[in-house]
Nanobody, 120 residues
């Protein structure tokens, strides 16, 4: 059973920084693309950033120049460095990954989410 676990959320003042982590654990598996999404109450889950297995990245316009996505394939972990945080970045952040367990099929996996709150 493969699991994704996020960490690193918290409360920060506007202009501050946080670094989120998303670690995949379980039995042998392969990971393709990994994404970050965020969601506020009553709204849809929005795309934030993507990183492919080869390191190609894509970020939402709202976070370009402030957020950086990276991954360490040796640790099966993805990161989101968030700088110059704004109150509108407040949300629950979720990681998502395309994973194939050994002997299994490619599937879409989600973490449980981590709360980020930015105070003004």
């Amino acid at each position: 059973q493969v699991q994704l676990v996020e960490s690193g959320g918290g409360l920060v003042q506007a202009g501050g920084s946080l670094r989120l982590s998303c670690a995949a654990s379980g039995s042998a598996f392969s990971i393709a693309k990994m994404d970050w999404y965020r969601q506020t109450p009553g709204k849809q889950r929005d795309f934030v950033a993507r990183i492919t297995s080869s390191g190609f990245t894509n970020l939402a316009d709202s976070v370009k120049g402030r957020f950086t996505i990276s991954r360490d394939n040796t640790k099966n972990t993805m990161y989101l460095q968030m700088n110059s945080l704004k109150p509108e970045d407040t949300a629950v952040y979720y990681c998502n990954a395309n994973i194939r367990p050994e002997g299994g099929r490619w599937g879409d996996y989600w973490g449980q989410g981590t709360q980020v709150t930015v105070s003004s």
